[in-house]
């Protein structure tokens, strides 16, 4: 397989072709990458491919910079299934296990979008609290866990954005956005 890409769109399928991909797009063109987990992948729990994707966004400057804030969550396979992804026990413990072994997630998630909400919600124990429109509400279970886990991605931004040398000023700029969209997670 390889990465198919358009103007604004990188679906990222694999890790090979993701370069390939960024070098085709135009600067300061606004990019959306795809990152699609099959049902097939959970339930083999196979980490493997996913974190092989999630590295190949990681280990240039260039893909660093150019990727911040773009990647949005797919899981394919689930179209019929009733509850949100965050319910699926297979889709939360398979995250957890990507996420353990790659923490750069707060700054590749598309923040505006409802990714970091999502991605919180699969790692740390939540519960449906109300719905408003097409807005899931989640209440924290066990707020021990939650912060372990907010510092864990902070963690990685911090390193991630150290180890490339991006200003002290956007990695505020980028906390204060993720803070953002947590208190958007919680009605707030």
Not at 3 to 29: K, M, T, W, Y
Not at 52 to 67: H, T, V, Y
Not at 146 to 164: D, E, I, P, S, W
Request: with cysteine.
């Amino acid at each position: 397989m390889s990465a198919h890409f358009d103007q604004h769109r990188i679906n990222l399928v694999d890790a090979d072709s993701i370069h390939a991909a960024v070098d085709a797009l135009r600067d300061g063109e606004p990019t959306s990458v795809v990152l699609l987990i099959q049902r097939r992948e959970i339930e083999a729990n196979n980490v493997g491919t996913t974190i092989d994707r999630l590295m190949a966004l990681s280990d240039s400057s260039r893909n660093c910079r150019r990727l911040g804030n773009s990647v949005n969550l797919l899981f394919g396979g689930y179209d019929f299934d009733a509850r949100e992804v965050f319910e699926i026990p297979a889709i939360r413990a398979y995250m957890q296990r990507v996420a353990a072994e790659w923490n750069h997630w707060f700054h590749y998630l598309n923040a505006e979008a409802d990714d970091v909400a999502l991605l919180l919600r699969m790692l740390t124990p939540v519960r449906r609290r109300t719905s408003y429109g097409n807005e899931v509400l989640a209440e924290i279970v066990d707020v021990a866990h939650f912060q372990r886990t907010m510092k864990h991605l902070f963690h990685g931004l911090n390193v991630l954005h150290a180890q490339y040398g991006i200003a002290e000023s956007q990695t505020i700029a980028r906390t204060d956005v993720i803070m953002a969209a947590v208190r958007r997670m919680f009605g707030e």
